[in-house]
């Protein structure tokens, strides 16, 4: 099994960047895909980026050109790097790991969820 611990969260005034990371430890060999998903309060918990162990990616078309995902893959860690934020991207931030890019976006994860990390964006 695969353990995940988010980190980098905090409170950032819209326009502003931050970058969040995911580090795995446990069964690592077995990742195949991780990926970034964020649940606003009232809302769904919804994809926002994941990346293949090839660098293959993918992002939420809300996210298109402001959001980039990267992967070290000797680190075992996946960095969520969120510029131009808006109001609307305050969630707690989770990362996953999955079978494909499209596993992910189905949202058919493979490793418990951690606790997630607090992104704030003020107006």
């Known amino acids: 099994q695969v353990q995940l611990v988010e980190s980098g969260g905090g409170l950032v005034q819209a326009g502003g960047s931050l970058r969040v990371s995911c580090a795995a430890s446990?069964?690592?060999?077995?990742?195949?895909?991780m990926g970034w998903y964020r649940r606003s309060p009232g809302k769904q918990r919804e994809l926002v980026a994941a990346?293949?162990?090839?660098?293959?990616?993918l992002i939420a078309d809300s996210m298109k050109g402001r959001f980039t995902i990267s992967r070290d893959n000797a680190k075992n860690t996946v960095y969520l790097q969120m510029n131009s934020l808006k109001p609307e991207d305050t969630a707690v931030y989770y990362c996953?790991?999955?079978?494909?890019?499209?596993?992910?976006?189905?949202?058919?994860?493979?490793?418990?969820w951690g606790q997630g990390t607090q992104v704030t964006v003020s107006s």
């Open positions: 990346i293949t162990s090839g660098g293959d990616t």
């Open positions: 996953n790991t999955g079978l494909s890019l499209l596993a992910m976006r189905r949202g058919s994860i493979i490793s418990p």
């Open positions: 446990g069964s690592i060999s077995s990742i195949v895909a």
